[in-house]
């Protein structure tokens, strides 16, 4: 099973700085993460996140000359709260028959990460965040701390 939440928004950008400065002159906090190619914005029970588009490509597990139709620069991402939850929830993917993009896989940040797309080629990501919790309805509590005047 996959849990039924929305956890974080990725979207890929071209200009992140330009990007970063738009959502932070709306007001919204982000977090005090230091990372040229990623920022992260806390917006309730659901995160931002603004990477380089090329990134996400990559990341998600496409070839960069050609994502399918149905990528659209974007991923949507439902985290779990174990580690084997990645593999668990690709497993339920794998059943459902979506396609998968990228198998799981220890990622470099410390967590656990997988893609699959839906029938029409939306890329979501399932990530396991070490440090983070979840609300009573789900929300992601990142173990991130907005930055200092924002």
């Given amino acids: 099973m996959i849990p039924a939440r929305i956890s974080v928004v990725t979207l890929g ?11 932070r002159a709306l007001g919204w906090p982000q977090a005090a993460v230091d990372d040229d190619d990623v920022a992260f ?9 603004l990477y380089r588009h090329h990134l996400l490509v990559a990341d998600a597990g496409f070839e960069p000359s ?25 497993d339920a993917a794998r059943a459902a028959r979506a396609t998968i993009l990228k198998e799981p ?6 967590g ?18 070490p440090g983070a919790s979840f609300d ?5 509590i990142p173990p991130w701390k907005p930055r200092r005047g924002d």
């Fill in 41 to 49: 914005f806390l917006t309730g029970p659901t995160v931002l996140a």
């Fill in 66 to 90: 050609e994502p399918p139709a149905g990528f659209r620069g974007m991923s949507l991402a439902v985290n779990v709260e174990t580690r084997e939850g990645v593999d668990q929830a690709i």
């Fill in 13 to 23: 950008v071209l200009d992140i700085e330009r990007m970063r400065a738009f959502y």
């Fill in 136 to 140: 009573e309805r789900g929300g992601l």
């Fill in 105 to 110: 896989v220890d990622a470099e940040w410390g």
């Fill in 112 to 129: 656990r990460t997988a893609y699959f797309a839906d029938p029409e080629g939306n890329a979501w990501e399932v990530a396991w965040l």
